[in-house]
DNA sequence: ACCTGAACACCGTTCAAGT
DNA sequence: ACCTGAACACCGTTCAAGT
């Protein structure tokens, strides 16, 4: 019989292992997050976790994946709500975790992984926010620019701690700007 | 006599230091660069470093200095020219370095010295942008809004890789959003 | 005051070995 | 197929000792 806990049906562990990881990337950063800590916290040794994940980059994708598609379904149940608050909310999602999205950038140069995870993410981002942006009026040609200039705000907002009016303050001048009556 | 080299003046050594470790930053990040790689380029041993610099991140803030001061020098002697291109040729300075904005504001969580220079550094380049942008017309008012949201899509252009052409249309879009005339 | 050699605790990762 | 113990090379940093 086996010494541990029982075999979990496949892909539990794994989603246990992410579930850890993601809790302690929140709370100390990517960087402050060791193998050694996410295995504890998961129950097993470091190196199991690469029998479910080729390195440590690897968890961290899983866990942004994740947090992509909670944010996604909350999205869908707002889908009523003006494009104003659903901004709001999304930044809400992202922001908790401490500044995951500054890892991200931070390690595009050196993992091809992250890079590519990078990549999907921003096309993604551009593509609901230009379709966003049309709905509301914007002429087509336009609509790129404005959500690429979204995207960017939108990621300085992740990236620097800030005071919930700041932000509100911020997404309207910058959805003014760009013709959307708040 | 001194085994080594000859003591060079005061300073001097320290400058060595950061210039060996800008080199490096700049070419492979600061993750992908250790205290050993920048001893080894400056002639020293790793521990030597010690001696000028508390930590590597302390190292990091001498060689972000550095930059930060060539890059307004050299805005002095552009003081004619239109906003547009001053900023444009700012973020230049700024994007070689193999994206070590994002190297701080991933450090900015864990690192007291790098979250104090890190406000100062945004402090300073709204007050740049806020004075800009008032002289080009814009309501005072306004002025600091539009050059917060200017700070983010710089901070976005000097994270992301990006076409030379790319930076252009968004920096015009934002000027132009924003009410400047291009 | 300045610099080194040797060591420290820790990191991500590998691998032969077990079940 | 899944998991471990033990080891690897490397990291940033410390410190007693030298000049």
Redesign the pocket.
Known sequence: ?????R??E?GE?KQAILTAAAELFTENGF?G?????I?KQAG?????????F????DVLIGVLNDLVRDGLTEAMTMAGLPVRERLMHAIGVFERPESLMNTVHARVAHSEAIATWHARFHMMLEQILISEVCKVGIPTERAATVSRLLVYVIEGLLSHPHQENDRHEMIDAMLELAGVDA
Request: glycine share 4%.
């Open positions: 019989m086996p010494r541990n806990k075999h979990l496949q562990k960087d997050t060791s193998m050694n800590a295995a097993i040794t470091p190196n199991t976790i690469y029998w479910y080729p390195g440590k980059d």
